[in-house]
């Protein structure tokens, strides 16, 4: 019954493109997928990881499937905030480049 609901709620993880699965051992649920180091790690990038969700009951897989959608949407925005980040960078980095070029009478480009 409890691995019947587990499975209903990896599909629909799977078809919301969430990138954590539940799993079930001993008398847990767990959620199991990629996922940023965790602090003090040691570690740099991210890597497969278990975080403990549940107990192994039907309210079990509802609250691991929710706090699997949960941590999804934060990874997201996380690396999406990365993301823009760099992008700002870049476009600074530009912004300096073009006010830095000399423009010199008779290369073409001045009138």
């Not at 691995?3 to 959620?31: D, T």
Request: contains cysteine.
């Amino acid at each position: 019954m409890i691995e019947q609901r587990i499975k209903e709620a990896n599909g629909r993880l799977k078809n919301n493109y969430c990138g954590l699965r539940i799993e079930q051992i001993g008398g847990r649920l767990y959620l199991r997928g990629t996922l940023p180091p965790k602090p003090l790690s040691g570690k740099n990038k991210p890597y497969r990881q278990r975080i403990s969700a549940a107990n192994s009951n039907q309210d079990g897989v509802k609250i691991a499937e929710r706090l699997a959608k949960k941590i999804s949407v934060q990874i997201e925005i996380t690396v999406t905030t990365a993301e823009n980040r760099a992008s700002c960078q870049l476009i600074n980095r530009f912004k300096i480049f073009i006010t830095k070029l000399v423009v010199t009478p008779g290369d073409g480009f001045t009138e």
